[in-house]
């Protein structure tokens, strides 16, 4: 189980103020898992998911459970939080990265790392792995912090990327306007 205590009740507004300083006002919705991220995964626990949409042509969707935590495995950001960012409401994404985040109590993800998604890729989808990709630097509470994105990446992209060349599967992703944006059904960007 992870650790908290009474005054991580103050933690989600700091996070989240942190969150708008660097995308802008959320939404007015917040995606509040059904069992709370403190009860644990084995319990059905989730992070809980703000939506910011004044940044980008889209939504930016970002857990805000984890920055500050002490049981989290800090990256070259401190402790981060994830995102996905989708052009048009998807559920898959944010079902996603409310689970991911129990992965960084464990495991440190940092920016360039890929992660093979296996069957939790949607059905259909020509997007299999993600590619970890800094979104912002922030700080929370004193502390640095920053928001990790969680950008999908087809195959051949990841084949790529393990080959050492994330950074040109970035700059290809850019040049072609699928960054920072999930495109499940979208075709490689690599020629």
């Known amino acids: 189980m992870a650790e908290f205590s009474s005054d991580d009740i103050d933690w989600f507004g700091e996070r989240l103020a942190a969150m708008e300083k660097a995308f802008g006002s959320s939404a007015d ?4 898992a059904i069992v709370p ?5 084995d319990a059905g626990g989730r992070a809980d998911v703000v939506q910011f949409k004044d940044r980008i042509d889209g939504t930016i969707y970002a857990t805000c459970d984890l920055m500050g935590r002490r ?4 990256n070259a950001l401190g402790t981060y939080e994830l995102a996905i960012c989708h052009r048009s409401h998807e559920d898959w994404g944010v079902a996603v990265i409310s689970a991911l985040a129990y992965y960084t109590l464990d495991a440190r993800v940092d920016p360039g790392q890929t992660m093979d998604l296996g069957p939790s890729a949607p059905k259909g989808s020509r997007i299999t792995a993600f590619l970890f990709d800094p979104l912002a630097s922030i700080e929370v509470m004193g502390q640095r912090a920053g928001v990790l994105l969680c950008i999908g990446i087809t195959s051949d992209e990841l084949a790529a990327c393990r080959r050492g060349m994330h950074e040109r599967v970035l700059a290809a992703l850019k040049a072609e306007g699928a960054y920072p944006f999930t495109d499940l059904d979208r075709h490689s960007v690599l020629r």
């Open 29 to 32: 919705v917040v995606l509040h």
């Open 37 to 41: 991220f403190d009860f644990g995964f």
């Open 71 to 74: 049981d989290q495995i800090a």
